[in-house]
Nanobody
Framework: QVQLVESGGGLVQAGGSLRLSCAASGRTFSIAVMGWFRQAPGKEREFVAAITWSGSSTSHADSVKGRFTISMDNAKNTVYLQMSSLKPEDTAVYIC?????????????????WGQGTQVTVSS
């Protein structure tokens, strides 16, 4: 089993920045890809970004390209999501996920482990 714990969410004004963290523990050797998703009230879970465990490859949703950056610190078993130029439409619960497969994927169903999520609220 893998445990994922997110932190770093909060309330920020539009145009501001936040950095989310997700610490992985347990059988981390089985993880190939780490991802961030988000879910707003009444909406489906949406892919935000993903990164291979080695940090060599990344993928970002078009809606966040140029504003969000995913990164990996293997020494700490932690994945980060640096969010800048935040918009009110970025308001959601941000959820970390881990995938045992070898390919970057945007599909939530492909991920094997999920954190509890952290709330991000962007005020206008």
């Amino acid at each position: 089993q893998v445990q994922l714990v997110e932190s770093g969410g909060g309330l920020v004004q539009a145009g501001g920045s936040l950095r989310l963290s997700c610490a992985a523990s347990g059988r981390t050797f089985s993880i190939a890809v780490m991802g961030w998703f988000r879910q707003a009230p009444g909406k489906e879970r949406e892919f935000v970004a993903a990164i291979t465990w080695s940090g060599s490859s990344t993928s970002h949703a078009d809606s966040v390209k140029g504003r969000f950056t995913i990164s990996m610190d293997n020494a700490k078993n932690t994945v980060y999501l640096q969010m800048s130029s935040l918009k009110p439409e970025d308001t959601a619960v941000y959820i970390c996920a881990a995938d045992r497969s070898r390919s970057l994927t945007i599909m939530p169903a492909s991920y094997d482990y999920w954190g509890q999520g952290t709330q991000v609220t962007v005020s206008s």
